[in-house]
């Protein structure tokens, strides 16, 4: 992806977010200096990869497959102290027939929230032992405290407020249902480990390659400089 489409794509999800009453943390919008003259009182958000997040999944087509997300809070996998966080929380902008591809993860249950915006439309498979799609059973999944009883690549189409409950190991996919515009997605879940708790169905990059065709505005939370 191009530095460009990233900074653009950023700042329409802070447009978005806060036409919709969804408001990021002030340091949403620093930018590499300010990133640069942070001390170590900003460990949390590097050690945790907090904050942006903006991928094509190495399609090279991000308004076809990809997504642009923002890490509000994360603990670190593996941690048990009493003070370790053992949640996480992102928001999402999906749009309009963009597509998050077919994934499980192994470990990470999550609710997939519809906050704000247009319909979210999620596409549900049991996966077999080896990883594939199970094209055979059906599943029951919960969708806002509702047991909801799907055939395999079952749809569910989410409305604002809607939500539904993904356990570990159920292959879903997602995108902004055409016609409704972009949607604010939020996800609340277990602690999130995208070196290895992500499974595609089709083997992905999850972060891509950028060209550094201008300067950057934002930083992702892969950039983040060490503290000063």
Known sequence: MKRSQIDACIQEFLDFAESQGFYLPPWARYGPQQWAELGPEADEIRRCKLGWDVTDFGSGRFDETGLALFTLRNGLPGRSAPEAKDYCEKIMMVR?????????????MEDIINRAGGRLVVRLYRSTPDGQLDEQSELHVQADGITRTLPPGGQLVLAPGE??????????????????????????????????DN????????????EEDIPARFVLCTEYPPPR
């Open 96 to 108: 309009e027939g963009q597509l998050t591809p077919y994934h499980f993860h192994s470990a990470k």
């Open 163 to 196: 939500s539904v409950t993904l356990p570990p190991r159920l292959y879903h996919a997602f995108w902004g249902a055409p016609g409704t515009g972009s949607v604010l997605v939020g996800e609340v879940s277990r602690v999130n480990d995208d070196a290895r």
């Open 199 to 210: 499974h595609f169905l089709e083997p992905l990059p999850r972060f891509p390659e950028i």
